[in-house]
């Protein structure tokens, strides 16, 4: 049975409108974009998404709201927006002259190493690299925002600290959805006093919907940073004390790993699709490396003739899937430690060959994949937000603490919710990890080694203008999540929130597993069974916060769309 939501989505095919105007869309009205002028700030958080648009509208450019929103969702949306876990960002602007992008991946610390997470019988500890002060990696937001700011924006750090710090000082009013997601995690993020302290009344009950929700430690944490810069936090008294709970805890990290961090500038993965320039984020980071590989393949095929979401377009969408994540598992790792042949990886010579092995009309067996021989050689609970300035400049941000807050442990004193990042590593070869990702030599633990991820922020342009920034949380589904939207948009001609509603399927190889959204029309699941897919009803499947861009003579049209199977604002003016 259909259920209501599914409904709504489907509907909404329908009754997009490109051209209506709302000033602000929530993500419980999902019939409409949000259309604007000026400027554009689309997250998971709806106080992000005006704190943001506060910034453009003093005059500030995309970096300086990215770097704000960022520094407020570590406020508003603990679940995934924090300053103790990492991400990548990328940048088109005219500082940047062309895409630019900023690695600020975790790292392992330096007495990590590779069996770290195995028991005495050599089998993977999942409570060690998920739950413990072990599976924390060396945090790299502030670091990676305080480059974007000082390369690209026009603001300083502790100008976009202000709404963060008001937030966590004077409190934030409890939302429905706030609510809920506590309520969910309740179990874990009471099993830490330190945690429980912070999210919780004394006795342990929830802050109810139309409290206020306030954060001392947090604002203190973030008070230092405004005053000291990021040596309070790799260097200082913030240091100090995450450094004292990692020891109280068993936790590997020291001050000399935070000391030593830097986040680093990386050349984005670079892939052209049917006239189009796509633009995205390169290792550690397996998404951009994906997403072009598999445009390559999907070239070769007429996907607006087969129809949006029809039984052909799907089983082709999952051939490529399968040959894109088989290489995942084998060929991607942090370039620093390894050779990444990302050239050859993304060259449509390897995506022709790859092609060959495609049956139109029969399924290849996981088991028959495997991955290719190269010539010369991420959680649900992430967070991803796109921006856009008056002067057509845009940055493409995704960062997360991996689970849902992290480890759901708090450094005492700092208000700072810890990441679990190891865990993206290759705990053992051949080992699935959270996700169900295979990881392979390239990805296996090693001090200061930035972990493999999914994370994907993407920008497309045309004719040298961006037209499309967009991006998702999801774990292993942010790839073929981000590469939905695009084909939605360039092979579908859909508007943005059609791109963004519709429904959404993903296969990674292994598991061998095809997932679909609720919402496919009956008699195309009946076509995939006599195939001989035996689909999967997932849940929903991402959250993007996707910006498109629409040039009119001397005009920029901005159509902003927040996902709405998760709340948050795209916010215009």
Same mark, same amino acid.
Request: hydrophobic letters at 40%.
């Given at each position: 049975?259909?259920?209501?939501?599914?409904? $709504?989505?489907?509907?909404?095919?329908?009754?997009?409108?490109?051209?209506?105007?709302?000033?602000?869309?929530?993500?419980?009205?999902?019939?409409?974009?949000?259309?604007?002028?000026?400027?554009?700030?689309?997250?998971?958080?709806?106080?992000?998404?005006?704190?943001?648009?506060?910034? $453009?509208?003093?005059?500030?450019?995309?970096?300086?709201?990215?770097? +704000?929103?960022?520094?407020?969702?570590?406020?508003?949306?603990?679940?995934?927006?924090?300053?103790?876990?990492?991400?990548?960002?990328?940048?088109?602007?005219?500082? !940047?002259?062309?895409?630019?992008?900023?690695?600020?991946?975790?790292?392992?610390?330096?007495?990590?190493?590779?069996?770290?997470?195995?028991?005495?019988?050599?089998?993977?500890?999942?409570?060690?690299?998920?739950? !413990?002060?072990?599976?924390?990696?060396?945090?790299?937001?502030?670091?990676?925002?305080?480059?974007?700011?000082?390369?690209?924006?026009? %603001?300083?750090?502790?100008?976009?600290?202000?709404?963060?710090?008001?937030?966590?000082?004077?409190?934030?009013?409890?939302?429905?959805?706030?609510?809920?997601?506590?309520?969910?995690?309740?179990?874990? $993020?009471? !099993?830490?006093?330190?945690?429980?302290?912070?999210?919780?009344?004394?006795?342990?009950?929830?802050?109810?919907?139309?409290?206020?929700?306030?954060?001392? *430690?947090?604002?203190?944490?973030?008070?230092?940073?405004?005053?000291? @810069?990021?040596?309070?936090?790799?260097?200082?008294?913030?240091? *100090?004390?995450?450094? &004292?709970?990692?020891?109280?805890?068993?936790?590997?990290?020291?001050?000399?790993?935070?000391?030593?961090?830097?986040?680093?500038?990386?050349?984005?993965?670079?892939?052209?699709?049917?006239?189009?320039?796509?633009?995205?984020?390169?290792?550690?980071?397996?998404?951009?490396?994906?997403?072009?590989?598999?445009?390559?393949?999907?070239?070769?095929?007429?996907?607006?003739?087969?129809?949006?979401?029809?039984?052909?377009?799907?089983?082709?969408?999952?051939?490529?899937? &399968?040959?894109?994540?088989? *290489?995942?598992?084998?060929?991607?790792?942090?370039?620093?430690?390894?050779?990444?042949?990302?050239?050859?990886? #993304?060259?449509?010579?390897?995506?022709?060959? $790859?092609?060959?092995? %495609?049956?139109?009309?029969?399924?290849?067996?996981?088991?028959?994949? !495997?991955?290719?021989?190269?010539?010369?050689?991420?959680?649900?609970?992430? +967070?991803?937000?796109?921006?856009?300035?008056?002067?057509?400049?845009?940055?493409?941000? +995704?960062?997360?603490?991996?689970?849902?807050?992290?480890?759901?442990?708090?450094?005492?004193?700092?208000?700072?919710?810890?990441?679990?990042?190891?865990?993206?590593?290759?705990?053992?070869?051949?080992?699935?990890?959270?996700?169900?990702?295979?990881?392979?030599?390239?990805?296996?633990?090693?001090?200061?080694?930035?972990?493999?991820?999914?994370?994907?922020?993407?920008?497309?342009?045309?004719?040298?203008?961006?037209?499309?920034?967009?991006?998702?949380?999801?774990?292993?589904?942010?790839? #073929?999540?981000?590469?939905?939207?695009?084909?939605?948009?360039? *092979?579908?001609?859909?508007?943005?929130?059609?791109?963004?509603?519709?429904?959404?399927?993903?296969?990674?190889?292994?598991?061998?597993?095809?997932?679909?959204?609720?919402?496919?029309?009956?008699?195309?699941?009946?076509?995939?069974?006599?195939?001989?897919?035996?689909?999967?009803?997932?849940?929903?499947?991402?959250?993007?916060?996707?910006?498109?861009?629409?040039?009119?003579?001397?005009?920029? %049209?901005?159509?902003?769309?927040?996902?709405?199977?998760?709340?948050?604002?795209?916010? @215009?003016?």
């Amino acid at each position: 049975m259909i259920s209501m939501k599914s409904i $709504l989505i489907i509907l909404s095919f329908y009754s997009c409108s490109l051209f209506a105007q709302p000033a602000i869309i929530s993500h419980r009205d999902i019939f409409t974009p949000v259309v604007a002028t000026n400027g554009m700030v689309v997250t998971a958080s709806p106080l992000a998404s005006k704190a943001g648009v506060e910034v $453009l509208k003093k005059g500030g450019n995309a970096v300086d709201a990215a770097v +704000t929103v960022g520094l407020v969702m570590a406020v508003t949306y603990p679940r995934a927006g924090n300053i103790g876990g990492g991400g990548f960002m990328l940048i088109d602007s005219v500082k !940047s002259a062309g895409v630019v992008s900023i690695d600020y991946r975790e790292k392992a610390p330096e007495k990590s190493f590779r069996d770290m997470f195995l028991d005495q019988s050599g089998n993977p500890d999942y409570r060690l690299s998920q739950f !413990s002060h072990r599976s924390v990696g060396v945090p790299g937001t502030l670091a990676g925002f305080a480059l974007a700011l000082e390369k690209y924006g026009t %603001i300083s750090l502790a100008e976009a600290l202000k709404p963060a710090i008001k937030l966590a000082e004077e409190g934030f009013v409890v939302s429905v959805d706030f609510f809920k997601d506590i309520q969910r995690r309740a179990k874990r $993020l009471k !099993s830490w006093p330190a945690t429980q302290a912070v999210f919780f009344k004394k006795g342990g009950g929830l802050y109810q919907v139309g409290e206020r929700f306030f954060q001392k *430690d947090l604002a203190n944490t973030l008070r230092q940073v405004a005053k000291q @810069g990021i040596s309070a936090f790799y260097q200082g008294k913030i240091a *100090d004390l995450l450094v &004292k709970d990692m020891q109280a805890n068993q936790g590997l990290m020291t001050k000399t790993d935070l000391q030593k961090y830097k986040a680093v500038l990386r050349k984005p993965i670079q892939g052209k699709y049917r006239g189009y320039d796509v633009y995205s984020m390169a290792p550690p980071s397996s998404g951009g490396i994906h997403i072009v590989q598999m445009l390559n393949m999907l070239e070769a095929y007429n996907l607006n003739e087969l129809g949006h979401n029809s039984a052909a377009t799907i089983h082709l969408l999952t051939e490529v899937m &399968k040959r894109a994540y088989a *290489d995942r598992s084998k060929h991607l790792g942090d370039p620093d430690f390894s050779t990444v042949e990302d050239q050859w990886l #993304t060259s449509k010579a390897y995506a022709k060959q $790859l092609v060959t092995s %495609i049956n139109s009309e029969k399924i290849t067996p996981s088991e028959q994949i !495997s991955p290719s021989l190269v010539p010369s050689y991420e959680s649900d609970q992430t +967070t991803h937000f796109s921006i856009v300035d008056k002067e057509g400049s845009v940055v493409s941000n +995704t960062y997360t603490l991996n689970f849902s807050y992290g480890t759901g442990r708090i450094a005492k004193g700092t208000g700072i919710l810890l990441n679990n990042e190891m865990d993206d590593f290759s705990i053992k070869p051949g080992v699935p990890n959270a996700y169900g990702l295979i990881g392979g030599a390239l990805n296996a633990v090693e001090p200061y080694k930035r972990m493999l991820s999914s994370m994907s922020p993407t920008i497309v342009k045309k004719n040298g203008q961006p037209v499309i920034v967009t991006g998702s949380p999801g774990g292993s589904r942010i790839i #073929t999540t981000t590469l939905q939207v695009i084909l939605n948009i360039i *092979d579908h001609r859909m508007n943005l929130q059609e791109a963004v509603n519709a429904v959404r399927i993903h296969h990674q190889w292994l598991p061998d597993k095809l997932r679909i959204e609720e919402g496919l029309s009956l008699d195309t699941l009946n076509v995939l069974k006599l195939m001989g897919y035996n689909p999967v009803n997932s849940n929903t499947m991402g959250a993007t916060a996707s910006i498109l861009i629409d040039y009119q003579k001397n005009l920029k %049209i901005f159509h902003g769309a927040s996902d709405p199977r998760r709340s948050g604002l795209a916010v @215009g003016y």
